[in-house]
């Protein structure tokens, strides 16, 4: 009788320690999977990331003030690939206000394509590139 009085009293203990210490938390790892809130090019895969670079993006305004892009994407494979591109738009807070639907880009061997995108109003004043393999 005494040791299940014990036992009761050290798992009644360890109930009451482990709801003492509940409550709200910091959210863990909050920079690791981040890179589209800071990059201006990212690659979204393992496959993308292997064959695919920026050599260089160039950013302007409209007439009317529209941001602008020019993506140099290069193919860094010796064989033909075909991956999606997309741009999106963001405000000064970084809040995308306006993505692009993904646009198929075919390179052959190690070629290099520019790709333009515009944005529809001029509340973008940043901007992310991503790339991904074709799905």
Do not use: W
């Not at 910091?26 to 670079?53: C, H, W």
């Not at 591109?85 to 963001?90: E, G, L, N, P, Y």
């Not at 290099?112 to 393999?133: D, G, L, S």
């Amino acid at each position: 009788m005494k040791k299940t009085s014990l036992l009761a009293g050290a798992a009644t203990a360890l109930l009451l320690h482990g709801c003492a210490t509940g409550g709200a938390k910091l959210p863990e790892n909050t920079g690791k999977y981040n890179q589209e809130q800071n990059a201006k090019f990212v690659l979204m895969d393992s496959g993308a990331q292997r064959s695919i670079t920026a050599t260089g993006l160039q950013e302007g305004k409209t007439a009317d003030g529209r941001l602008e892009i020019a993506a140099l994407v290069r193919n860094r494979e010796n064989r033909r690939l075909e991956v999606q591109i997309q741009c999106v738009f963001k405000d000064g807070q970084g809040y995308a206000v306006e993505e692009t639907p993904f646009q198929t880009l075919i390179l052959t061997e190690n070629a290099q394509e520019t790709m333009r995108f515009t944005a529809t109003n001029a509340k973008a004043v940043n901007y992310t590139v991503r790339v991904r393999q074709t799905r």
